[in-house]
């Protein structure tokens, strides 16, 4: 079983550009989740898709953070325009719909805003 | 508010010793409760979880997790440590009443030394 695939791995921008980050879930797993990791901080989540539905984006930044789940498979997270504070890790995770079923992850993409 | 603590930022064991890494947790209800772990430049990975029914939960790795409801505590144990065992390690529960979101600890950097 292919696990959660994420791209690019690595990113370097200027404060002020824009970036986008892919992710493909495992297959068949209706929930996805994007983190935000900060160096040494545990996982921060941004935005929960149920299918192609937000489930909840209470902590996405609306103002600069966008996200997508197009047809309830693939998903893009972009940032416009991009802060120094956003250099982070950007984790993506999917599992299957129902309260006790683990997360997957993606390797993250590292975002450096310079 | 509910939370989750790992009281040590860091773990210092001796290859070959058991070692031991903290959780507890203040959350209504009977959570689900996860342990995840962190390799350098990759993503998290599923190690175990507890769902209901024995106390001792076996997952990936040789590792093993004790619940103790009394206590809200669902510590990482292992009998035997090795050097490759040295990550970091991230504690997660889940509310009952959540749309399927975990709450993170800041995670444990444990350290095996040969």
């Known amino acids: 079983e292919a696990g959660v695939a994420q791209s690019p791995r690595y990113k370097i921008i200027e404060k002020r550009q824009s970036v986008a980050f892919w992710c493909n879930p495992i297959s068949g797993h209706a929930t996805l989740y994007w983190y935000q990791q900060i160096l040494g901080q545990g996982p921060k989540l941004l935005i929960q898709f149920q299918n192609n539905g937000v489930v909840d984006d209470s902590q996405l930044p609306k103002d600069r953070f966008s996200a997508e789940r197009l047809k309830g498979v693939d998903s893009t997270l972009k940032i416009q325009p991009a802060k120094l504070e956003d250099s982070a890790v950007y984790l993506c995770a999917s599992s299957q719909a129902g309260t006790g079923y683990e997360q997957y992850f993606g390797p993250g993409t590292r975002l450096t805003v310079t | 508010a509910q939370s989750v603590a790992q009281p040590e930022d860091q773990v210092n064991v001796a290859e070959g010793n058991p070692l031991t890494v903290k959780c507890t947790y203040s959350v209504s209800g009977n959570p689900y409760l996860f342990w995840y772990v962190q390799y350098p430049n990759r993503g998290l990975q599923f190690l175990l979880k507890?769902?209901?029914?024995d106390n001792l939960v076996k997952g990936s790795y040789g590792f093993e997790a004790e619940f103790n409801k009394s206590q809200t505590s669902f510590h990482l144990k292992k009998p035997s440590a090795l050097v490759s065992d040295s990550a970091l390690y991230f504690c997660?529960?889940?509310?009952?009443?959540?749309?399927?979101?975990?709450?993170w600890g800041a995670g444990t950097k444990l350290i095996i030394k040969p």
């Open positions: 507890y769902i209901t029914g």
């Open positions: 997660a529960v889940r509310p009952l009443d959540s749309n399927y979101q975990l709450i």
